[in-house]
């Protein structure tokens, strides 16, 4: 198996994890299943009883108040960082492996939330899940930047 099949199932596996917890989120919208909290929260900081943030982004980031703003602003910065090194490197690959992670890590982590609600699943075998897709990945990477444009 050559190295592009690897981006290409990378690509599929990509669609089909954003058409999964689209169609996950339609249904819930529809109202029919009563609410279960997900797993995965990213977006509020944790916070002691004091009220204190005890997550590790909370402490870096304590005025933000919330992790969207937070993934906003490092996705733009390393947006911005992808240009320029592209136009250092006299090469759009770069600007495309980054869009291709921000999007196939998106829809990851948003589909591992669906994945884990009600915490069914052992961790041990989501951990083995995301270790498979993290080589699927490394390899998808590779295939972009080896590739003759």
Do not use: H, Q
Request: proline share 3%; glycine share 8%; hydrophobic share 55%.
């Amino acid at each position: 198996m050559d190295l592009s099949n690897y981006f290409r199932l990378a690509v599929y596996f990509c669609l089909v994890m954003i058409i999964f917890t689209l169609a996950v989120d339609f249904v819930s919208s529809l109202g029919i299943f009563a609410p279960v909290d997900s797993g995965v929260d990213l977006t509020t900081p944790a916070t002691d009883v004091a009220g204190r943030s005890s997550g590790i982004f909370g402490l870096l980031s304590p005025t933000i108040g919330s992790m969207a703003s937070f993934w906003a602003i490092l996705l733009t910065l390393e947006g911005i960082g992808a240009i320029v090194v592209a136009k250092l490197v006299g090469s759009t690959n770069i600007i495309g492996v980054y869009l291709f992670s921000v999007t196939f890590w998106g829809a990851f982590i948003r589909c591992l939330t669906v994945v884990n609600i009600g915490s069914y699943l052992p961790i041990e075998f989501i951990t083995m899940f995301v270790v498979g897709i993290f080589f699927v990945w490394i390899a998808s990477v590779i295939s972009m930047m080896t590739s003759v444009s």
